[in-house]
C-alpha cells in the first residue's frame, strides 16, 4: 500500500528547502563568526540565534515531509561564500539570502496550489509568513546602518547597533497585527 501524501516533484522541491534552510543556517553562522571576530558580540549573537532559528526552519520541513510519507534527503549544502566585509555588507547580504529563500517558498507554494497539494499549501503558508518578518527585520537593520552612516558609519554608531542587537528580539512586527493603538 503506497502512503505517500506528496507527489514526487513537491518531495523533491521540499528537500530543495530543507537544504536552502541548511545552508541558512550556516550562513547565519558563518557572519556571526565573522561579527564576533571582530569585536561585534551583540551582533554576534543576533546572528547566532538566526542560525539557530533556520535550523529549526529545516527540522520543520523535514518532519513535514517525513509526515506525509516522503522521504527526507540529507545533502551536502554549500559554502556561505566569502565574509562580509562590514557590517553593512554583512546586513545586505542577509537580506539577499533572505529574498531568494522567499523566491524559493514562494515557488513550492505555488507548485502546490497547482497541484492542488492544500496540505502542502497550507503547511508553506508558515513559511511565506515567516518570509515577510525575515525581510522585514533585514530591511529594518539596513535601514539603521543607513542612518548611522552606511559604509562610513562611525564606530560609536555601529557599537550602539552591537548593543542593541544583542538583546534585539527576533522577530519583526508583522503588518496583520498593526492597529491604530499600535501601528
Known amino acids: 500500500m503506497n502512503t ?4 514526487d516533484s513537491i518531495e523533491k ?3 530543495g528547502q ?3 534552510e541548511a545552508q541558512a543556517a550556516e550562513v547565519y553562522l558563518s557572519y556571526g563568526t565573522w561579527a564576533d571576530e571582530n569585536g561585534y558580540s551583540g551582533i554576534a549573537n543576533f546572528l547566532y540565534r538566526h542560525a539557530s532559528e533556520e535550523r529549526n526552519h529545516m527540522m520543520k520541513v523535514l518532519e513535514y515531509i517525513q509526515n506525509r510519507g516522503g522521504r527526507a534527503r540529507i545533502t551536502a549544502i554549500p559554502a556561505p561564500g566569502p565574509d562580509p566585509q562590514s557590517i553593512q555588507d554583512c546586513f545586505e547580504k542577509v537580506f539577499q539570502h533572505e529574498v531568494d529563500n522567499t523566491t524559493a517558498i514562494y515557488a513550492i507554494a ?3 496550489m497547482q497541484e492542488q497539494d492544500w496540505a502542502t499549501w497550507n503547511f508553506m503558508q508558515w513559511f511565506v509568513k515567516e518570509q515577510v518578518e525575515e525581510e522585514t527585520l533585514a530591511l529594518q537593520l539596513l535601514d539603521r546602518i543607513k542612518i548611522a552612516g552606511g559604509k562610513n558609519a562611525q564606530d560609536d554608531a555601529l557599537l550602539q547597533l552591537d548593543r542593541e542587537l544583542k538583546d534585539k528580539p527576533d ?3 508583522a503588518p496583520e497585527t498593526a492597529t491604530a493603538d499600535n501601528p
Do not use: I
Not at 505517500?4 to 507527489?7: G, I, P, W, Y
Open 110 to 112: 505555488q507548485m502546490s
Open 13 to 15: 522541491a521540499l528537500n
Open 18 to 20: 530543507l537544504t536552502k
Open 4 to 7: 505517500k501524501r506528496l507527489s
Open 171 to 173: 522577530d519583526a512586527a
